[in-house]
């Protein structure tokens, strides 16, 4: 393996494209609350949301000096909120000391300052804060690059309530004990085989004694797809889709780990050939694409 220094991009915005029967871009209807206390966060709820009825809460985290309106419209998510009938949650990562928002979510990614803040506090706190708005039957995480690797904690943490995440081009701890003993949850692994920031095949910064490592893409499905009780050498291989505007057709290769699995749960990595750090997706479509996975 080779060494090389982090960098995590803020992220390209992409255009939408226009389709009549999916969410505007911006809908005037939603209900907006302001969250969190002294570090606020956005939560948006249907327009038409009726009080008692259940519904899922979505937290989204941006990636290492991106933003939550960055990473919304990348995702294309809470313009599906009165759509699909679910609120988000949009936080903010700390700022550090050149002033890039992080979470501090491995030994690998991103507390490069060793600020040391409990963002898994302050994400359980939003959890539990949202449920004065809205009465929910469970959250889900979705997450780019550090956002991943935050998803990926909150799930070594066992989140109250979490009920499935889903990561692009993130990963979790090296050490498998620091995940000891969490309780398993559906995930939904993406990466790109041509990552130069977070490698598919897992990594390492630093030299010598002092290297600090991440698990490569398969390896962190293997893993907890066994620690569930998957038999991991019954995963299945589904049939390839298209998600990316600029590779071929059907460049991203889904393999899922369902057999003998806890509780019914599943795991999927779905490799993206080619794929970049933040791929060029439609929003629209993979909006829909990952929130249909996760709800359902």
């Known amino acids: 393996m080779r060494s090389f220094r982090l960098l995590l991009a803020p992220l390209v915005l992409l255009p939408l494209a226009c389709e009549s029967d999916l969410p505007p871009t911006e809908d005037p209807?939603?209900?907006?609350?302001?969250?969190?206390?002294?570090?606020?966060?956005?939560?948006?709820?249907?327009?038409?949301?009726?009080?008692?009825?259940?519904?899922?809460?979505?937290?989204?985290?941006?990636g290492y000096n991106s933003h939550s309106g960055a990473i919304d419209r990348y995702f294309g998510v809470s313009r599906r909120v009165n759509y699909d009938q679910f609120a988000v949650i949009l936080p903010e990562g700390s700022k550090?000391?050149?002033?890039?928002?992080?979470?501090?979510?491995?030994?690998?990614?991103?507390?490069?300052?060793?600020?040391?803040?409990?963002?898994?506090?302050?994400?359980?706190?939003?959890?539990?804060?949202?449920?004065?708005?809205?009465?929910?039957?469970?959250?889900?995480?979705?997450?780019?690059?550090?956002?991943?690797?935050?998803?990926?904690?909150?799930?070594?943490?066992?989140?109250?309530?979490?009920?499935?995440?889903?990561?692009?081009?993130?990963?979790?701890?090296?050490?498998p004990d620091r995940c000891e003993g969490a309780r398993p949850v559906p995930v939904l692994h993406l990466h790109g085989t041509s990552d130069g920031t977070i490698w598919y095949g897992g990594g390492y910064r630093g030299s010598g004694a002092g290297n600090i490592h991440y698990p490569g893409a398969a390896q962190t499905v293997e893993r907890l797809a066994d620690r569930a009780g998957c038999d991991v050498d019954a995963a299945a291989e589904l049939e390839s889709i298209d998600l990316v505007l600029n590779l071929p057709e059907a460049e991203t290769h889904p393999t899922r780990y369902e057999a003998g699995c806890t509780g019914?749960?599943?795991?999927?990595?779905?490799?993206?050939?080619?794929?970049?750090?933040?791929?060029?997706?439609?929003?629209?479509?993979?909006?829909?694409?990952?929130?249909?996975w996760l709800f359902n």
């Open 29 to 62: 209807g939603q209900s907006i609350f302001t969250i969190g206390g002294l570090r606020p966060a956005k939560l948006i709820r249907p327009l038409e949301y009726v009080p008692g009825t259940p519904i899922p809460i979505l937290i989204l985290l941006h």
């Open 96 to 175: 550090n000391p050149n002033g890039q928002r992080f979470w501090n979510a491995t030994d690998y990614c991103c507390d490069f300052w060793s600020t040391e803040p409990d963002d898994v506090g302050y994400l359980n706190n939003l959890f539990e804060e949202a449920g004065q708005y809205v009465t929910t039957d469970g959250v889900y995480l979705l997450g780019h690059s550090n956002g991943g690797f935050m998803a990926y904690r909150m799930a070594c943490e066992s989140m109250p309530g979490l009920k499935g995440i889903v990561s692009l081009a993130g990963t979790t701890f090296y050490d």
């Open 264 to 292: 019914g749960i599943g795991l999927e990595l779905w490799t993206i050939e080619g794929g970049s750090h933040a791929p060029n997706f439609d929003s629209i479509e993979f909006g829909r694409v990952l929130l249909s």
